[in-house]
């Protein structure tokens, strides 16, 4: 790629995401990393009647930045709301990475933290962790580690670990509403960094949302007010799924794997064509999982473990069913 600042930009599909878009249909969906939805009414709360629905904040609300800061033992000025972890990774990439530059990338990955630097002219080199010694991350080839982004960390509970915007100035953090609330559709997001980086985001970030949406931004306030509260729905959610996975992991031969004890999701391996598997198993039973392909680990494929019970149960009885009668 010419080293210009003109030099067009090249983002490669965002293959997980258009293919969701195909399958919105589906009867069941076991692969979201979301915990399930969470409704309005949860909160027994009304919007305030007199709210301003013509101003919005640059940086956002100054309510909603110090809860957020609050959770990240930083304060208000070392937060930038966005419209979700997308938009956030999206204005750090496009702030700080030039063409050329080494970008070193965890996989498996979402496909978005690898391909966002790739469409801004990065040479991103991925280092993969393997199944078989259980995901571990090999720290010898992560010498020089700059940003880490985590809506995930504190799906962890009691082993959370500290949020990486506290080990200095050159560390990001990037979170969401989305993952442990259920509230992805709000679309918010945010970055925890040093001030004067926030300042270089937020100039990205005056020219793709500007402000953010204050009526978002209200509601996000209130699940950031009750976090604990949504930390405890998730817990109570994902220790029954687990167990519901690691049962049917114990009976499916053709599936290797550990359900991990913290996060969302899980990435067991097949040893059966996992195209084929993904693709029989939204045919014939109308249920989604997410192809490893999407993540960098083509032999595996993402089980979701934030969603209704009942759909997780039947749509593992259906994975179990079709790999006993058609492989
Ligand atoms: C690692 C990661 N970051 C970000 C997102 C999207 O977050 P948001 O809805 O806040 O844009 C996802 C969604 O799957 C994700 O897995």
Not at 41 to 49: I, M, Q
Not at 244 to 252: Q, S
């Given at each position: 790629m010419a080293d210009h600042p003109l030099v067009a930009m090249d983002f490669p599909p965002f293959e997980h995401l258009l293919y969701y878009e195909k399958v919105h249909g589906a009867r069941l969906n076991i692969s979201?990393?979301?915990i399930r939805e969470f409704h309005l009414?949860?909160?027994?709360?009304?919007?305030?009647?007199d709210l301003d629905l013509n101003w919005t904040f640059r940086n956002g609300t100054p309510e909603l930045r110090r809860l957020i800061a609050r959770r990240h033992h930083a304060n208000s000025q070392q937060v930038l709301v966005t419209t979700g972890a997308t938009e956030g990774n999206f204005l750090v990439n496009a702030s700080l990475v030039h063409p050329r530059d080494r970008v070193l990338v965890d996989v498996p990955i979402?496909?978005?933290?690898r391909d966002v630097p790739r469409g801004v002219g990065a040479n991103v080199i991925e280092i993969p962790r393997d199944c078989r010694n259980g995901w571990r991350l090999d720290l010898d080839r992560w010498r020089k580690l700059a940003a880490r982004k985590a809506p995930f960390r504190e799906l962890a509970f009691d082993d959370t670990s500290p949020s990486v915007a506290e080990f200095g100035p050159r560390m990001i953090a990037l979170s969401t509403v989305t993952k442990v609330c259920g509230l992805g559709t709000l679309r918010v997001g945010w970055i925890v960094g040093a001030p004067d980086l926030l300042d270089r985001f937020a100039?990205?970030?005056?020219?793709?949302?500007?402000?953010?949406?204050?009526?978002?931004?209200?509601?996000?306030?209130w699940a950031l007010g009750r976090w604990d509260f949504f930390l405890r729905r998730a817990k109570r959610i994902l220790d029954v799924n687990r167990r519901?996975?690691?049962?049917?992991?114990?009976?499916?031969p053709a599936l290797q794997g550990a359900v991990p004890s913290c996060g969302s999701v899980l990435f067991p391996h097949s040893t059966v064509n996992v195209a084929k598997l993904a693709n029989r198993l939204l045919k014939q039973h109308r249920t989604v999982i997410a192809e490893g392909r999407f993540f960098g680990v083509p032999d595996h494929f993402?089980?979701?473990?934030?969603?209704?019970?009942?759909?997780?149960?039947r749509g593992l009885a259906n994975l179990r069913r079709l790999l006993r009668s058609a492989f």
């Open positions: 979201y990393s979301n009414d949860g909160f027994g709360r009304r919007l305030p009647r979402y496909s978005p933290l100039g990205v970030k005056d020219y793709t949302t500007g402000g953010g949406s204050v009526l978002s931004q209200t509601i996000a306030t519901i996975a690691m049962e049917a992991l114990r009976e499916t993402r089980l979701g473990l934030g969603g209704e019970t009942q759909d997780l149960k």
